[in-house]
């Protein structure tokens, strides 16, 4: 019980009627005991604990997902508004036979950068530094290649382009540019705009596996798991059949 002095002179002088004690209980004030509040902190930090990892993972894929299928979009559009404008033939033109930086800027600013909202083009050193990959978070550099052409789009990802007339233009999309260690898989995702039956296509040349080769090589350790191709190429192809939602058994963590 609390009683106040005031309330209790009250109470010595009065005998007790509901009128009095209804005034006691307006004087008492309770609080929570020191060991109430420590649990009660516990319980709050446990349960975000266990929450908030979640629920952030949760947001993460939400934009791994509406950025994938955005920049494929995009992609695809210019595509076809350049195979329109120069025919299927473009795809083999290059300024030289090498794998360059020069031709991946010659290439894609002719035929691709008209139909694209692009924010600004990186300069080759910050360009080199968005084109590595990651096995895991705390891993070293897999691979990086300085002979892409790196620009930043409206929809918060970067492109990088490679022009290789050989096998197919090769337009690697980067989720998050601003991240520090970059996963395949994660935060990078491949298409290649090929000719096929006289019609550019984009494509990621695992279309013939199954979905649990494409599980298995999509969570691979090494960069390039089957047929010298990276990480990214399979975990796009699942996306992509998977109408651009992660599926539960992916198996790249977020």
Request: glycine fraction near 6%.
């Amino acid at each position: 019980h609390c009683i106040s002095s005031a309330a209790s002179d009250v109470y010595k002088r009065q005998p007790p009627s509901i009128a009095n004690i209804d005034t006691f209980r307006k004087s008492c004030h309770y609080a929570f005991t020191l060991a109430e509040v420590l649990i009660t902190l516990g319980i709050i930090g446990v349960v975000a604990a266990l929450t908030i990892p979640a629920l952030l993972g949760k947001y993460e894929k939400s934009v791994v997902e509406n950025r994938l299928k955005s920049s494929y979009s995009i992609i695809a559009n210019a595509v076809k508004f350049a195979e329109n404008e120069y025919g299927n033939g473009f795809e083999a033109e290059y300024v030289t036979a090498s794998w360059s930086k020069e031709n991946a800027h010659y290439v894609f600013e002719k035929y691709f950068a008209p139909y694209i909202k692009i924010l600004k083009t990186y300069p080759d050193d910050e360009c080199l530094k968005l084109s590595e990959s990651y096995g895991t978070q705390s891993g070293s550099a897999m691979y990086s290649d300085y002979n892409g052409a790196c620009y930043a789009l409206t929809n918060g990802t970067a492109l990088i382009f490679f022009a290789a007339p050989a096998n197919g233009h090769l337009f690697k999309v980067l989720i998050n540019p601003r991240k520090k260690r970059r996963i395949d898989g994660r935060d990078i995702f491949n298409f290649y705009a090929i000719n096929k039956n006289n019609s550019i296509v984009l494509t990621t040349y695992a279309t013939s596996l199954t979905e649990d080769q494409l599980i298995n090589y999509c969570g691979a350790t090494s960069a390039r798991p089957y047929n010298s191709m990276s990480r990214a190429n399979f975990c796009t192809e699942l996306l992509m059949r998977n109408g651009w939602k992660i599926p539960k058994n992916y198996p790249v963590r977020f």
